[in-house]
């Protein structure tokens, strides 16, 4: 008997040291996979683009961002917006799926912010529908060919 519990006992540290190793495997994975994430978030860069902050203009008005990146467009005072456009028909929507954000009244730095996800390189135009600001030079374009 005396001796069936040492061997039970002496048996013990080793089944702990086969879980100990397994979760050291374990903690590699995790490892391996924080670092694989970390990549991700490298690569969806945000861009700030300020929307009448200095009177009707987007600040900037060109930009280049790649692929799996994101924009994000500030609101200033009074009342504009953003809507994607055409090169050729700049102050209109280029069509039924054009991105807009609605107008955004606000009196200071609204906390509406509008973001779009860019998924290639090619040109986005975009404009403000105020009346008049598109007129007024409210345009912009990323990804400028
Ligand atoms: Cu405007």
């Known amino acids: 008997m005396k001796n069936a519990l040492f061997f039970l006992l002496a048996g013990l540290p080793f ?3 086969q879980y100990g190793n397994s979760n050291d495997n374990s903690m590699t994975t995790t490892v391996s996979s924080t670092t694989s994430s970390t990549a991700v978030s490298a690569s969806s860069t945000v861009h700030k683009i300020d929307v009448g902050e200095d009177g009707f203009t987007f600040s900037p008005n060109t930009l280049t961002v790649s692929p799996g990146e994101k ?8 009342n504009h ?3 994607q456009a055409s090169f050729d028909n700049p102050c209109h929507p280029i069509n039924d799926s054009s991105f807009s ?3 955004v009244p606000t009196t200071k ?3 509406s912010v509008f973001t ?3 998924n290639d390189t090619s040109p986005l135009w975009y404009y403000c ?10 345009v ?3 990804n400028p060919p």
């Open 15 to 17: 089944i702990n040291a």
């Open 71 to 78: 924009v994000e467009f500030h609101f200033y005072p009074q």
């Open 81 to 83: 917006s953003v809507i």
């Open 101 to 103: 954000s609605g107008f």
């Open 109 to 111: 730095e609204s906390t």
């Open 116 to 118: 779009i996800t860019i």
């Open 129 to 138: 529908g105020q009346i008049g600001h598109c007129q007024a030079g409210m």
């Open 140 to 142: 912009g374009v990323i």
